[in-house]
């Protein structure tokens, strides 16, 4: 096809709604048999640098040099097309963009069957790779070097400028979120109303603070607190981590932790703690005065950002990890909740599972609060006081009883529910949902919450079967990430004793030679024989990447090299850890690749 009938081509496109290499919940579009299509060519420069010539000739007045849709043509579309640099690429697999390349996407973009051959096609898809790792250094580039571990198709999240991650900040904050001198009377550490297992809530209606006085709210889930733009149920005005972490420090109505006035002797008691020192020093290098409380402050909300979730057995069926990770009852599930007949995805969509979210160069936050129709009070406010919602701070009565959607990641181990913890199972609030709003026949409550008139246009009622509640309602707990609920990274530091993690992903031991260094990726590829229960022997001269989270490790590494490690899965990712660099024998053999 010569370069002017292509142009023509995407001209006529202009006329109908672009769709996108994704939907609107940043599913692939592509079907899910695409997911198991395999490359025949080598992940390598050559074949990646190859796929530019094909990308030159069709892709780029849509798509741009860089591949951000930012071109004048993307621009006179009714939606941009898919910008390819996009975090969305990394939870697409290989065989979904070549699937998308080769039979276009209906009637907004054509397939190139015809005008390319099956190589052309795959080493397209790894420049349309390349095009995302640029833009991934580029963006890490500007904040900062920190090393974020993020489950494959999460953006990067936005962090203030006067506090920037760094792993010491984010170890400091570790243990500050765990400490109980962080409370006047030492009875309680953020964490007692954050329980990791818990996905970082705490199983009760109301939480209770270190002087026993009850919050009038329940505590939410902090899993991918890092991209939520408010901070609590119904404040508008909480922005930031920093800024919402000095409510239950210094907060005295109701008391959470009780440090109002005491300032001096919380830091005197972090001075005595011999761990604080070392880790107060290094997380601050720069500063006169590291034991401050801007710092205690500044530490916790660094941890907080790490409490990362994207890797339930739904995130690993979505991204073709292994098909079978969910059950037909689940998949039957997932078309419920995605459906316009129930309408959950309207407030609980995306990767957050949350319509409430912001991350680096979002454009603009989204903020959402929503009436579910769970109080129909008569008189002048319609739900019980104080939870009156987001009417506390904006005073408009078309706000009584709108609260956050809260993320749905986990929420088969964050029971019990709303905002108050007035609905006891998952099962009782799909129960509310299908009748459009709460009744409570008699007592102080009493009233049809169907017919609140702030109530949310997507909660209007719907009728499931016995067998697609259940449906439902398995598709809800496959969303619980165990890796988060069991993480050594985010538990307790002054527990002594390794917990026993049982659910946390399995590791394998490795042998294997070192075949290329990605220093700008912080990856290697490596030949290795079988790894049991893992892989199948990946031989030279293809081997298989793996990540290296430990950059001095990595800097190590050479071409030729042989380790022995510990593998893992983080998604789609493989991680080595626990590497040890063999050295070099006189008159040894090659490298034996297998497992040890």
């Not at 916790?300 to 979505?318: C, E, K, V």
């Not at 990595?554 to 983080?570: I, S």
């Amino acid at each position: 096809m010569r370069l002017w009938i292509a142009v023509a081509l995407f001209l006529t496109l202009a006329a109908v709604a672009v769709m996108r290499a994704h939907d609107a919940h940043g599913r692939s579009t592509a079907p899910l048999e695409a997911r198991r299509l395999r490359s025949p060519l080598p992940q390598d420069a050559h074949h990646a640098q190859a796929g530019q010539a094909p990308y030159q000739r069709y892709c780029l007045y849509c798509h741009g040099e860089d591949g951000r849709a930012r071109t004048p043509l993307a621009g006179k579309l009714p939606q941009r097309p898919t910008d390819l640099a996009n975090f969305l690429m990394d939870s697409m697999r290989d065989g979904e963009i070549y699937w998308v390349i080769t039979h276009g996407i209906d009637t907004a973009m054509p397939g190139f069957a015809q005008q390319l051959s099956d190589t052309e096609r795959w080493q397209l898809v790894q420049y349309v790779r390349l095009l995302r790792q640029r833009q991934a250094v580029i963006d890490r580039s500007r904040l900062g070097d920190y090393q974020w571990n993020l489950p494959p198709g999460f953006p990067l999240p936005n962090v203030p400028t006067p506090n920037p991650m760094t792993a010491a900040k984010v170890e400091l904050g570790r243990h500050l979120f765990y400490d109980r001198r962080l409370s006047a009377n030492r009875t309680q550490s953020c964490a007692s109303c954050h329980l990791q297992e818990l996905a970082f809530t705490d199983g009760r209606a109301r939480s209770v603070g270190s002087t026993g006085e009850a919050h009038p709210r329940s505590a939410m889930s902090l899993a991918n607190v890092a991209y939520s733009p408010v901070l609590t149920w119904a404040n508008p005005l909480l922005r930031s981590l920093e800024s919402q972490m000095a409510v239950p420090l210094f907060g005295e109505h109701p008391v959470e932790m009780g440090m109002a006035g005491m300032e001096a002797e919380l830091l005197e008691r972090l001075r005595t703690e011999s761990r604080y020192g070392p880790l107060f020093t290094k997380a601050y290098p720069a500063s006169p005065q590291p034991f401050s409380i801007e710092h205690v402050i500044q530490a916790i909300a660094s941890f907080q950002r790490t409490i990362l979730s994207g890797d339930s057995a739904y995130d690993r069926y979505r991204r073709g990890d292994d098909p079978n990770a969910v059950s037909a009852a689940a998949i039957r599930g997932e078309k419920l909740f995605f459906s316009e007949e129930l309408e959950c995805f309207h407030c609980h969509g995306g990767f957050a599972f949350s319509g409430t979210v912001d991350y680096y160069e979002k454009g603009f936050a989204e903020v959402e609060f929503h009436n579910t129709g769970l109080y129909h009070l008569t008189g002048e406010l319609s739900y019980p006081q104080p939870n009156l919602g987001l009417y506390e701070f904006t005073r408009n009565p078309d706000d009584v009883g709108k609260f956050k959607a809260p993320t749905l990641r986990n929420i088969a181990v964050t029971a019990p529910y709303m905002h108050d913890g007035s609905v006891a199972t998952l099962e009782d609030a799909v129960d509310h949902y299908a009748a459009g709003g709460r009744t409570i026949a008699t007592g102080p409550h009493a009233g049809d919450g169907s017919r609140n008139p702030n109530r949310s246009e997507f909660v209007k009622g719907f009728t499931l079967s016995v067998e697609q509640k259940a449906d439902l309602i398995e598709f809800l707990k496959s969303l619980t990430d165990e890796t988060l609920l069991t993480d050594p990274a985010l538990s307790d530091p002054w527990i002594p004793a390794a917990r026993s993690h049982t659910g946390a992903r399995p590791r394998h031991a490795v042998t294997g030679k070192v075949l290329r260094v990605y220093a700008e990726d912080g990856s290697i590829s490596m030949a290795h024989g079988e790894i049991p229960g893992l892989m199948a022997a990946m031989p030279e001269p293809a081997g298989m990447e793996f990540l290296v989270p430990d950059e001095q490790t990595l800097q190590q590494m050479r071409a030729g090299a042989c380790l022995q490690a510990q593998v893992r899965r983080q998604g789609m990712d493989y991680l080595l850890e626990h590497v040890r660099i063999l050295p070099p024998m006189e008159g040894a053999a090659p490298c034996a690749v297998g497992p040890r």
